[in-house]
């Protein structure tokens, strides 16, 4: 079978992008690099899609519990707990899988295809790990502040959604949003925000290294490189809301 | 020197090099000659590793590549420059960097000392005025020229090239020829290069080899390839219009 195949040559390839780097001082150059090109530059997204989901679920739970018996602050109390089990971590992921994936797939599918990772390699330098451990290690870095800037995002997009509509009062929002808070609930998010980085990362390198051929095959590499990499993230959202909640 | 014995390449079912034993000569330039999808890329990269043989030894003056630890290849690797097809500059450094990329990589040197290798190199290949520029932004023959002072920076015993001219006008084709022959010449390396192009051929072709679907059918000096008698050379020979005539007033 196919995905056993990948399975396997996936492992290796991880295996391989933990190897020790040739030269610490360039290995940080290229973090600092990385941390710039993956995380600075995904803020901007980062920001309006949390503003958006936040007014959002805001705007919708406040349409649909317009019963007396249910408190006004519950609305703030939905929103927080939304942003923070679920939309700063699995959406945002999935989001970044888009973004960042497909831009990690197609410059080490480029790089495949033009041969510099065989340059790379005939000067003895292990190319998985030069290219992609700065990346990941970047990346898995960065992710718990863009998931924080989420979180802080998506509450406020809903405070403003709540006051300008007039729908959600505001101190009842501000309650709301304190209302039973469960700090583990931003722990379990970061958690989940690393591995997806992870997986993002490491899934997308993947195709991108093994791409062959030329343009055509980099862009089909980027693309599996995304669908593979949601798809990882929705199976490990489940698999580790299991272990982490239950 | 480069010695292969019966070396064998297959990719899954497929059979690329079919048995290829020969000698590449130290202080020459060794060509392979074959038409296109012959098995040319193949051999060279089997020959540095870049593809594990599925069969037979290579020795590198005497050592066995086969053999060799992960260690003794990487020393090996040191000793190594090879030129890509597609030059295979990293496009996200500029010209000097790309050049000071393996000493930055492989050596202890200072900045000076690295700067001054880079110059040296880059004077090599007569490419001035170029440090800061990115390889998208230099043509090809000086793209070329840059994978070359890529290639020599840590003064390797061994060249490989990838049809070094493909995709360049004839007459800076002969250029960068001439460049490798001369550079083989100058520091008694071993030199081998891929080639399809005839006037590469008669241009610095010391020792020849010719490979047809995988599989050696000739090998000898570019005074012995225009008398061959081999069916298969021939046809690759004297497709060319310019050879055609050669042979005919040699009659
Ligand atoms: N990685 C690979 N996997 C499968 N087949 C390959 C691979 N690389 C080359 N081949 C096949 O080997 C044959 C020889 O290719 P190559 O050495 O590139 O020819 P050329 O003489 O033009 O350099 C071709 O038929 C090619 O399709
Ligand atoms: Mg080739």
Redesign the pocket.
Same mark, same amino acid.
């Given at each position: 079978m196919k995905v056993f195949f990948h399975i396997g040559r996936y492992t290796l390839f991880v295996k391989k992008v933990f190897g020790r780097p040739e030269k610490h001082t360039v290995f940080l150059k290229q973090i600092v690099r990385e941390i710039d090109k993956l995380g600075i530059d995904s803020v901007g997204i980062v920001l309006i899609i949390s503003f958006f989901m936040g007014a959002v679920v805001t705007l919708q739970t406040a349409y649909n519990i317009d019963m007396p018996i249910i408190p006004r602050y519950t609305i703030g109390f939905a929103t927080r707990d939304s942003m923070l089990l679920e939309f700063s971590s699995t959406i945002v992921g999935l989001i970044l899988a888009g973004k960042v994936g497909s831009n990690i797939a197609s410059e080490i599918g480029t790089m495949r295809v033009s041969e510099q990772i065989d340059a790379l390699e005939i000067m003895g330098i292990n190319s998985a790990s030069y290219l992609v451990l700065p990346k990941m290690v970047a990346f898995v870095l960065i992710i718990p502040f863009l998931v924080i800037i989420s979180m802080g995002v998506g509450i406020t997009g809903g405070y403003i959604a709540g006051s300008v509509t007039g729908e959600v009062p505001s101190a009842d929002y501000i309650y709301g949003i304190q209302y039973s808070f469960q700090p583990f609930f931003v722990v379990y998010s970061l958690i989940k925000g690393m591995v997806f980085a992870f997986i993002i990362s490491t899934a997308s390198a993947y195709w991108g290294y093994h791409a062959?051929g030329g343009a055509l095959e980099v862009g089909s590499a980027s693309t599996t490189a995304v669908v593979t990499s949601s798809i990882l993230i929705l199976l490990f959202n489940l698999i580790l809301t299991q272990l982490l909640l239950a | 020197m480069i010695e292969t014995v019966d070396v064998i390449k297959s990719?899954n079912d &497929?059979l @690329?090099l079919k048995g290829i034993s020969t000698v590449f000569e130290k202080g020459r330039t060794n060509l392979i000659i074959?038409?296109? $999808?012959? $098995? &040319?890329? @193949?051999?060279l990269k089997s020959l540095v590793g870049l593809h594990d043989v599925t069969s037979g030894e290579i020795f590198y003056d005497g050592r066995s590549f086969n053999k060799m630890g992960r260690k003794d290849r990487k020393a090996l690797r040191q000793e190594i420059g090879m030129l890509f097809q597609g030059s295979a500059l990293f496009d996200s450094m500029t010209v000097e960097e790309n050049v000071r990329f393996p000493l930055d990589m492989l050596t202890n040197q200072s900045l000076e000392e690295k700067t001054a290798r880079v110059n040296e190199c880059l004077d090599r290949v007569k490419l001035e005025n170029a440090n800061r520029k990115l390889p998208s932004e230099v043509s090809g023959g000086m793209q070329k020229r840059v994978a070359i002072a890529r290639a020599i920076a840590l003064n390797p015993q061994y060249l490989f090239c990838d049809e070094p001219n493909s995709g360049l006008d004839p007459r800076t084709s002969i250029v960068i020829d001439e460049l490798i022959h001369e550079i083989t010449h100058e520091f008694n390396m071993t030199t081998i290069v891929?080639t399809h192009d005839m006037n590469s051929v008669m241009g610095i072709g010391e020792k020849i080899m010719f490979i047809y679907e995988g599989e050696k059918h000739w090998e000898g000096t570019k005074d012995e390839i225009v008398h061959v008698q081999n069916e298969q050379l021939e046809d690759f020979i004297f497709a060319s219009k310019l050879f055609q005539k050669v042979r005919e007033n040699s009659k």
């Open positions: 062959r | 990719f &497929k @690329v074959g038409q296109s $999808g012959s $098995g &040319k890329t @193949v051999l891929n």
